[in-house]
């Protein structure tokens, strides 16, 4: 056997599903790595690190062109796009996304089932973030996955034109949430093409409300 096929043969093993799913090292792992930064570098720098690396992958992938906004939709929603390569989503408009389950909901879980109560610094950080970069952040993750979609966008083209993208609401595995500033709403809203009480019903049962949008 050479070396590229024992290579391959590894990454097989190493991605198999069952391990992937069953492992939870890397989950609780990457918090606990994260609160050594916040040890260190109080919120701030954490949220530094958190936003850097978060702006560092988005540009690490490729950048994405489509004719139509239709096109572009359809991407979404199979995850096809870098704007939803890390997470499950639907489109309850033609502009309103909606995570369906927050992709760092089984790290929130693994590490409050093993380590126990999660650590404050990860909502001390996100209340950093709302208070010096934009208000819309729970914790950590959604530090991370904001700043990412924010950054990804960038790469995206339809028609010629860039893509914008606003959060609206994050709600946690734990039931905590967080909605944009209330003066904020009604523009998002009307951009998303929801109301109010639409809202209020996707919160129930989802992890995070967005839009995707152009400027006119």
């Not at 126990?116 to 970069?133: D, L, R, S």
């Not at 998303?192 to 967005?210: E, P």
Request: aromatic share 10%; glycine share 4%.
């Amino acid at each position: 056997m050479n070396n590229d096929t024992k290579r391959s043969s590894l990454i097989d093993k190493l991605y198999r599903k069952e391990l992937i799913e069953d492992n939870p090292f890397v989950d609780v792992a990457a918090y606990l790595f994260l609160e050594d930064i916040a040890d260190k570098q109080g919120a701030a720098g954490m949220n530094t690190y958190l936003m850097s690396l978060a702006v560092s992958l988005a540009k690490s992938m490729p950048m994405e062109e489509y004719k139509t906004w239709d096109e572009f939709l359809e991407a979404v929603r199979k995850s096809e796009s870098i704007i939803t390569t890390f997470e499950s989503v639907f489109t309850l408009t033609d502009n309103c996304i909606v995570t369906t389950i927050c992709p760092f909901s089984r790290g929130w879980l693994e590490y409050t089932q093993r380590i126990g109560e999660f650590n404050p610094i990860h909502t001390e950080v996100a209340e950093y973030y709302n208070a010096t970069v934009k208000p819309g952040a729970v914790d950590t993750g959604c530090v991370i996955h904001q700043t990412f979609r924010n950054a990804a966008v960038e790469r995206i083209k339809v028609g010629g034109k860039p893509v914008k993208y606003a959060q609206i609401a994050a709600i946690l595995a734990d039931g905590r949430k967080k909605v944009v500033p209330e003066e904020w709403l009604p523009p998002l809203l009307e951009k998303a093409g929801i109301t109010r009480t639409q809202l209020n019903m996707i919160m129930r049962n989802n992890a995070c409300i967005w839009v995707l949008y152009q400027e006119r």
